[in-house]
């Protein structure tokens, strides 16, 4: 599940786009003398970094340019990030971020006549790893939805041995409890994904919650389809759960429920395409955990990737540290 914290906010995701600050002059609001137009403030624009989200340790184009139609436009950028003071950056440079998380590239533009703007761009740098064949940026640290829970990226939370992926909530150095969350970096849209989970699901933590979803974060569905190995708070509850968010904005979804086996690995997998998701789950004895089909709502997609997290329902804190290993992830497009 995603959708709670609406892809993180810009904390999570910004829009990693050029960004352009023109103001609007008062000539062409009110009809006055075009010759007032040069009193309009600076435009700026910034060309680089267009991704919303690095992977860390490399570096990053930082570029931009000022313009006034008063004349020359001094430009002036400064990087601000985590662990990091404000620093001054020239365009064409590159940097390498010390540290995970919402760095803010800030832009200050004056003109001969001493006006001047300012604009700003946020971008993340996350640490990735490797697993099943694909790329995924790990989630940075922060205070956020679901949950809500605090993150960490540390290898304590997420890691690969064995070909596996071990997910953790854990406390970090302070003592506060700590979850995870892997997205992969590419969006793949319609076909079969599949995850295979090696951990007994049957007996977990009523407030803990295993995710393997995908989510796009934008738009009133945001292409969120869910398997989730969680019963919600409730002891007595179905210890898993599918659903298929129709309009995020009404809560608007299809939903269902099943229950774990105590026979891992399970198989878990949706097939989708452009009218229908039929959902399968199924354990190590191949006894079918879940068949279910919906056919109303089915979202289309646009920027939705594979997500994997492990976190607590309404942020309750943990009796004891606990992990779960996923032994596979892959996808295939349809027809195969």
């Not at 089915?298 to 009796?319: A, D, L, M, T």
Request: net charge positive; glycine share 10%.
């Amino acid at each position: 599940m995603r959708h709670r914290h609406a892809r993180h906010s810009c904390a999570r995701v910004c829009l990693g786009i050029a960004v352009t600050v023109i103001a609007v002059t008062a000539s062409a609001a009110t009809g006055s003398h075009p010759a007032e137009a040069a009193h309009a403030p600076p435009r700026i624009t910034i060309s680089s970094p267009k991704a919303a989200r690095h992977p860390s340790g490399t570096k990053l184009l930082i570029r931009f340019s000022c313009h006034s139609g008063a004349g020359i436009a001094s430009c002036r950028g400064t990087l601000v990030g985590p662990g990091t003071k404000s620093r001054k950056v020239a365009s064409g440079s590159r940097i390498s971020p010390a540290k995970t998380g919402s760095h803010t590239l800030r832009i200050t533009a004056r003109d001969r006549r001493g006006t001047s703007a300012t604009t700003k761009l946020r971008f993340i740098v996350e640490r990735t790893i490797r697993w099943s064949g694909h790329t995924w940026f790990v989630r940075h640290p922060g205070w956020g939805g679901p949950g809500p829970n605090r993150w960490s990226d540390s290898r304590a939370n997420v890691r690969v041995s064995g070909g596996e992926l071990i997910l953790s909530i854990v406390p970090d150095k302070f003592g506060r409890w700590t979850s995870s969350e892997v997205d992969n970096q590419r969006h793949l849209g319609y076909g079969t994904y599949r995850w295979v989970v090696s951990s007994d699901l049957s007996r977990a933590d009523p407030h803990q919650v295993l995710g393997m979803f995908v989510f796009g974060g934008t738009g009133p569905y945001a292409d969120e389809i869910d398997l989730e190995a969680s019963r919600w708070g409730n002891p007595l509850a179905p210890s898993g759960s599918a659903a298929v968010w129709q309009n995020l904005r009404t809560q608007a979804k299809a939903f269902t429920s099943f229950a774990y086996s105590d026979r891992p690995p399970y198989v878990h997998e949706f097939r989708w395409s452009r009218d229908r998701v039929d959902f399968r789950v199924t354990d190590a004895a191949g006894a079918a955990l879940l068949d279910w089909t919906v056919t109303v709502g089915v979202p289309k997609p646009s920027s939705e990737v594979p997500i994997v997290n492990y976190w607590r329902f309404h942020g309750v804190p943990p009796s004891s540290s606990s992990t779960v290993r996923l032994a596979s992830f892959t996808w295939s497009p349809l027809g195969r």
